[in-house]
């Protein structure tokens, strides 16, 4: 055992893909045997960078859900969305014309062979870079808060970049 009062203690390695499956099932059970969406936690913790409220979020998580392969935006109607979260279409629409407004989806009208209209395409990459933004700003937040509980905790290290340390 190392006694040495410069060692520091890091935190556990965030868990490898089995293991995260191995605590999904320990957490959800039977449950994820009907499926399951990731949900980015930027999205949930960066809510308010996003201005947008619980309506609109639910709508993003169904869109989510109904994402299944990376180069296939989502297409779900207004009534299939409608009906999953309980309102209105109109509801639906209110919510998608936020979601458009704060440049979070991009919503793209498909047609069918014939020349009619169908549902909308959601294409959601304008989420996805603003959810990348929020998680560098996070991640560059807890960097910084972990320095400075260093120099707090520890004023006798010299570190140039804590708060407190050597200049």
Not at 5 to 23: I, L, Q
Not at 76 to 83: D, I, M
Not at 97 to 126: C, W
Request: proline letters at 7%; a positive charge.
């Amino acid at each position: 055992m190392n006694t040495d009062a410069t060692e520091e203690v890091s935190e556990p390695a965030a868990p490898t893909k089995p293991d995260s499956e191995k605590v999904l099932r320990q957490k959800w059970r039977t449950s994820l045997d009907a499926g399951w969406t990731v949900i980015p936690s930027a999205l949930i913790r960066g809510l308010p960078l996003l201005h947008i409220g619980a309506g609109e979020l639910a709508v993003l998580i169904s869109l989510i859900d109904y994402w299944w392969a990376p180069n296939d935006p989502p297409w779900p109607s207004k009534k299939a969305l409608a009906e999953r979260l309980n309102v209105s279409q109109k509801t639906i629409q209110r919510h998608l014309a936020v979601l458009q407004q704060e440049g979070l989806i991009v919503s793209e009208a498909r047609h069918r062979a014939g020349g009619g209209q169908t549902s909308n395409r959601y294409d959601l990459t304008p989420l996805v870079a603003k959810l990348e933004g929020i998680a560098a700003a996070m991640k560059k937040a807890d960097a910084e808060a972990a320095k400075v509980k260093r120099a707090a905790t520890r004023p006798g290290l010299r570190d140039k970049t804590a708060v407190g340390g050597a200049a």
